[in-house]
């Protein structure tokens, strides 16, 4: 049984093995390949910053999104006009099986000099979500030193509520 609360870091080296031990936490990396992977009616992917070369777009996370969207899990993805433009949206949307979404928030949309949202989070299926520091960048996921937590249940559809409101009063603006 999980607990409803996991420490989530990611750890540069020569650290990260040391301070994941020590903390009893889990690396940010596989903490959100799970979530894609495990994720069975509908996932939530929000950050700000997505790289061209970056995690969403190589292993694991890549394969591990395409699973997610041939296994017709409705997935929306919340970034920023340039955060967006970093994805094979057409390849995407070929793969989806089920409602494949882009979102980005007023401000962005408004202007795109502005983030609107610094937010990252992603959730699954409103019963487990990662909230905290790491964009999908590479430094995100392997040299910066980011701190997060994997949250169960009660958080989760918590922040599954907020989500669908911030979409429900135009916070966050499908484009």
């Known amino acids: 049984m999980n607990p409803e609360v996991e420490l989530v870091i990611t750890a540069p080296e020569p650290y990260g093995a040391r301070l994941a031990y020590n903390a009893s936490a889990r690396m940010t990396l596989g903490v959100l390949t799970q979530l894609l992977a495990s994720a069975r009616d509908t ?66 949309i408004e202007d795109e000099k502005r983030l609107g949202s610094h937010a990252k989070f992603f959730i699954a299926d409103g019963t487990s979500a990662y909230v905290g520091s790491a964009n999908l960048t590479g430094p995100s996921l392997s040299t910066n030193l980011e701190i997060g937590f994997l949250v169960h249940g009660t958080a989760a559809r918590q922040l599954e509520s907020l989500w669908k409101t911030l979409v429900e009063i135009g916070f966050f603006i499908e484009v």
Do not use: H, K, Y
Not at 46 to 67: D, I, K
């Open 43 to 108: 996932l939530v992917v929000a950050v700000p910053f997505l790289q061209q070369a970056g995690p969403l777009n190589t292993e694991p996370l890549a394969s591990a999104l395409r699973a997610a969207l041939e296994r017709r899990v409705a997935v929306d993805i919340v970034s920023t006009a340039s955060g967006l433009r970093t994805l094979d949206v057409p390849a995407l949307r070929r793969q989806a099986r089920a409602r494949f979404r882009l979102f980005r928030s007023s401000a962005n």
